[in-house]
């Protein structure tokens, strides 16, 4: 059972609530998710399941398996990752996934970007001055 | 390809099935290759389980498909896009959808409400078509006055018993105008407006293109809204039913 379910028992008000936070943590990992997927494919290249497996091997995260395909579908569009086909020993062909020049270039610039917002939850002004001396600004790209 | 028992086999066909119809409106192209990775995660996943545990494969794979979520899940994020990106392609079924989606939700939003947006629709619609009759009118008015023209270059006294017989009516700084030019300089001018008349239906031409797009978008936007409207409606209706779909839509992602 999540925690929050509770509210679900109590009629009408407190169930806007839940839903409500349901919405934010969706919105919150929806780009950060991005973001961790682009980071295992920096490193490595990876079809969808050990794709996963990466992403969940430390257990602190739960992650609907499925819905990292829509995500991979998305840079594969963009152009932020390259895919083929490969043959595998065992059972069905699998699709291997690794970033793209382009996608290396943006995902450096978005990890800047994390750790400024980071900061700036954390109200950890010390790496906001820093950035600010190298003449960085905080900005929030629209797409 | 596969060595699934065949009790885990229909399983998964039932899982790929459901899938498959909720990515229909994804291009068929990119369907397949969607479904060939989730085919292919499944079965890893599943080899994988049986490595791990020693558990009935039914049990197993139920756990795959558990942890790869509901094809509601899976597709969520596919779906918004292709319906974005097939918008001019699937006009006609999309339409089809939003006259289903009021006759089916038209009710809790109250007749009164849906009355009001059709009424805005229809006057959305009458704006178009009024534009599009002006636009015809500008056209005709550029041939005729090219007909004229011409007309006048090439047979100077045809204009001459038209304006005898009171078909051709001017006013007077018009006709003024007119006199002080020769027939050929008459026609000249006549063929020169025709031209800007034209140019000028042309151009509501190619605006209209943009104003029936933006019209499009203005329908889809509120079907949408009108969409999740009932939703929202129908889960305060039916509480019961939003408990059962929390596993749906779990903070889980």
């Not at chain 1, 990292?68 to 490969?86: F, K, T």
């Not at chain 2, 100077?156 to 009171?166: E, F, I, Q, S």
Request: with cysteine; aromatic share 10%; hydrophobic share 45%.
């Amino acid at each position: 059972m999540e925690p929050g379910t509770l509210y679900y028992r109590i009629p009408f008000i407190m169930r806007y609530t839940e839903e409500g936070r349901d919405n934010r943590v969706v919105q919150l990992r929806k780009g950060i998710i991005e973001l961790a997927v682009m980071a295992v494919l920096y490193r490595d290249r990876h079809y969808g399941y050990s794709l996963v497996r990466v992403l969940t091997e430390d257990g602190t995260i739960s992650l609907k398996e499925g819905t990292i395909y829509p995500i991979l579908a998305r840079l594969d569009r963009d152009g932020l990752v390259r895919s083929e086909w490969v043959e595998s020993d065992q059972g069905p062909p699998r699709k291997y996934y690794a970033l793209s020049p382009a996608g290396r270039r943006l995902f450096s610039e978005l990890t800047e970007e994390l750790d400024l917002l980071v900061s700036l939850v954390k109200n950890d002004w010390a790496v906001r001055e820093n950035s600010d001396a190298s003449g960085k600004k905080l900005l929030i790209r629209k797409r | 390809m596969n060595n699934y028992s065949d009790t885990v086999g229909k399983i998964v066909e039932s899982y790929m099935n459901r899938l498959k119809t909720r990515l229909r409106p994804v291009p068929a192209r990119e369907r397949d290759e969607f479904l060939r990775e989730i085919r292919s995660h499944i079965y890893e996943s599943y080899l994988q389980a049986a490595g791990d545990a020693e558990s009935d494969d039914v049990t197993r794979i139920l756990g795959v498909l558990g942890k790869l979520g509901e094809p509601a899940e899976v597709v969520a994020d596919r779906l918004s896009e292709a319906m974005m990106n097939s918008g001019t392609r699937r006009k006609f079924p999309l339409h089809i959808v939003a006259g289903v989606l009021i006759a089916l939700f038209g009710i809790p939003l109250g007749f009164g409400g849906v009355a009001v947006l059709a009424g805005v629709l229809v006057a959305l619609t009458g704006i178009v078509l009024s534009f599009y009759a002006t636009m015809a009118v500008v056209f005709l008015t550029g041939t005729l006055l090219l007909v004229l023209g011409m007309m006048r270059i090439y047979e100077p006294a045809v204009w001459d018993r038209l304006l005898a017989y009171g078909v051709i009516q001017m006013d007077g700084p018009v006709a003024a105008l007119f006199d002080q030019l020769t027939p050929l300089g008459q026609g000249v001018l006549m063929i020169v407006l025709a031209g800007v008349f034209v140019v000028c239906g042309l151009a509501m031409l190619w605006l209209g293109k943009h104003l029936t797009r933006g019209l499009r978008f203005l329908f889809i936007l509120v079907f949408d809204w009108i969409r999740k409207l009932a939703t929202r409606i129908r889960h305060r209706i039916f509480p019961i039913e939003r408990e059962l779909l929390q596993f749906d839509s779990a903070p889980g992602f």
